[in-house]
């Protein structure tokens, strides 16, 4: 059963959900257009102290320090996703079930998810073109998320990508 306790997560794969979802919210009601962290890295690796695995990455004590959480690879895929957006606004709210669309010059990005415990259904029309990328960024199948011409939505946001697709991080050796 899911923890209640918003507080503690219970685990990294919950903790990145909220994240997101979170962050989604401040970009649509542009709460200053600023986000701050509390933590960066956790406090430690006890996950029973609720203030010790606020971070997205992991603490000095872990097994791999600073190693990053799914926390942080789900902002670095929100960042890259939404990267160039000049707006964001909730597309379709309907009855527990959210798609909100960023808007920049070259693509549209919507996120997609429910609040609902069960899995949902919805339908939209995204146009021609489209690709899909999970919570952490990597590109899906349609089939993945379509039941009968709608899409399937859990409480874990996916994307849908009209228009330029955001390119990959280029590494050292790719840029020197």
Known sequence: SRNNDFLNCKNEYDQAI?????????????????????????????????????????????????????????????????????????????????????????????????????????SYNFGANVKYYDLLGNEIPESEIMTNGNYRLTCEPYYAVTGEQPTAVKSDEQTA
């Open 18 to 122: 909220w994240l997101i979802r979170g962050l989604n919210q401040i970009k649509l009601n542009n709460i200053n257009n600023k986000v701050w962290f509390y933590d960066f890295a956790d406090d430690g690796d006890r996950i029973n102290e609720k203030e010790h695995c606020f971070g997205v990455v992991h603490s000095t004590t872990n097994e791999v320090p600073y190693s990053a959480k799914y926390a942080y690879l789900s902002l670095a895929a929100f960042n890259k996703l939404t990267e160039g957006a000049v707006s964001a606004e909730e597309v379709k709210n309907d009855a527990y079930k959210f798609i909100t669309k960023y808007h920049s010059e070259n693509r549209d990005t919507y996120m997609l998810w429910t609040t609902k415990s069960a899995e949902q259904t919805i």
